[in-house]
């Protein structure tokens, strides 16, 4: 398979974030009177799904009114947070930079808007970047922004690089190949090539001709 770009998720595979979004959805639901807490084990398995479906696990009794309330706390929390505690994954921010040398990189997330500038901010790698869509922006599924990614970048030949089966189902739904990493946060078994860590897939890439 030969590219002109990899497409990355953020949450499980370039860094692992889920302490500082356990503040945000405490602070959210502190914002909203609500007295229902979170621990890091609640959020883990909900990383890379859509609002929504967070929503559904985590208050699924819940109003219209009271999760658009709790959304809005949760996302203005964590952009305020200027203290976020991540774990960037082993040799990231070293791969990211050979891999620019070759690739246009881009980012594609289910966050909310602004989270991934976050982490480019965080992690200095801004000029790395080509382009990003995140969920929040406009609160489509990933399918729809990877071809509007695709279509903005008037990208050839592209895969979008992943942690979980929701992932992989995405990106078959926008017809592209998809590249599993099996350190992240989820499991599947529908893939095109998988890697067991960024080192590995920065040498795969950076020795494709």
């Not at 500038?117 to 922006?137: I, S």
Request: with cysteine; glycine share 8%; hydrophobic share 35%.
């Amino acid at each position: 398979m030969h590219f002109d770009s990899l497409i990355f998720d953020m949450d499980g595979t370039l860094w692992d974030n889920v302490s500082s979004y356990v503040r945000a959805w405490n602070i959210g639901f502190e914002k909203i009177g609500h007295a229902q807490r979170v621990v890091y084990d609640d959020l883990i398995g909900l990383m890379g799904k859509q609002i929504d479906a967070m929503m559904d696990a985590l208050i699924p009794e819940s109003t219209e009114e009271t999760r658009n309330a709790l959304m809005h706390a949760v996302f203005h929390a964590y952009r305020e947070m200027d203290d976020i505690t991540p774990v960037i994954f082993p040799d990231v921010l070293e791969g990211l930079e050979k891999l620019s040398k070759k690739y246009k990189l881009l980012l594609l997330s289910n966050c909310e808007e602004g989270g991934l500038v976050k982490f480019m901010k965080h992690t200095g790698t801004t000029h790395l970047f080509t382009d990003y869509a995140e969920h929040g922006q406009n609160f489509m599924p990933k399918s729809h922004n990877l071809k509007l990614l695709i279509e903005r970048n008037n990208l050839q030949s592209t895969i979008y690089i992943g942690d979980t089966d929701g992932d992989s189902h995405e990106t078959r739904k926008a017809g592209i190949p998809f590249g599993f990493v099996t350190y992240g946060f989820g499991k599947t078994s529908d893939y095109d090539v998988k890697f067991d860590s960024f080192k590995e897939l920065t040498d795969y890439f950076t020795k494709t001709i």
